[in-house]
């Protein structure tokens, strides 16, 4: 078998590679980062990753998310997600730490995607997205897509190529836009 080609460009200053295993990584002066399919040990750090970002969901900090909402994030929802056919998610690894998650439902909804703040503004959740949709389109050449976007996230989203599909919802303690997109394969 010959060797697979290592590909590089310029992403916002980091070096975005496509790794030998096919996994676009990102490499930082002092990190690799590295991306690939999250596996069930990865829920406890997915699961405190996405929680250390709630605060951009709250309409408020008074306003504290019900239980309910906040179960969906737990790591044993995470670890049945992760095992779960219906659900397909990657994560972004700095030193083998989970600095970065994206989850997919159903190849239809993206139910999460968040950066650690610490290593937000360096290309990974544009490199995560890239991962997810070149997955989506390998099986389609079209997709329907719907994400239910923070405030905080809406311009991230915009730049995927999401609208708002609907107004602003708040309730149950939380805040969001209904967005949408539909990706086609150019090259079907």
């Known amino acids: 078998m010959p060797a697979r080609k290592t590909t590089s460009a310029t992403h916002r200053g980091a070096r975005v590679r496509e790794s030998p295993d096919g996994g676009l990584g990102i490499a930082d002066p002092a990190k690799l980062l590295s991306i690939r399919p999250a596996?069930?040990?990865?829920?406890?750090?997915?699961?405190?990753?996405?929680?250390?970002q709630l605060h951009h969901?709250?309409?408020?900090?008074?306003?504290?998310?019900?239980?309910?909402?906040?179960?969906?994030?737990?790591?044993?929802?995470?670890?049945?997600?992760?095992?779960?056919?219906?659900?397909?998610?990657?994560?972004?690894?700095?030193?083998?730490?989970?600095?970065?998650?994206?989850?997919?439902?159903?190849?239809?909804?993206?139910?999460?995607?968040?950066?650690?703040?610490s290593f937000q503004r360096r290309g990974i959740a544009r490199a995560l997205w890239n991962r997810i949709r070149l997955e989506l389109l390998a099986g389609s050449g079209e997709v329907s897509l719907s994400v239910n976007s923070s405030v905080y996230a809406v311009s991230v989203y915009e730049r995927f190529g999401f609208t708002a599909a609907g107004p602003q919802v708040q309730g149950a303690g939380v805040v969001y836009i209904p967005m949408r997109l539909t990706l086609r394969d150019?090259?079907?």
């Open 186 to 188: 150019s090259h079907r």
């Open 57 to 117: 969901r709250a309409p408020s900090t008074s306003e504290p998310a019900p239980a309910e909402f906040l179960a969906g994030f737990a790591p044993p929802t995470i670890r049945e997600h992760i095992g779960n056919r219906r659900y397909r998610y990657l994560v972004a690894l700095a030193g083998g730490q989970v600095v970065g998650v994206l989850g997919v439902r159903d190849g239809q909804h993206l139910l999460h995607l968040f950066v650690a703040e």
């Open 39 to 52: 596996v069930e040990p990865d829920a406890e750090e997915i699961s405190a990753l996405i929680y250390s």
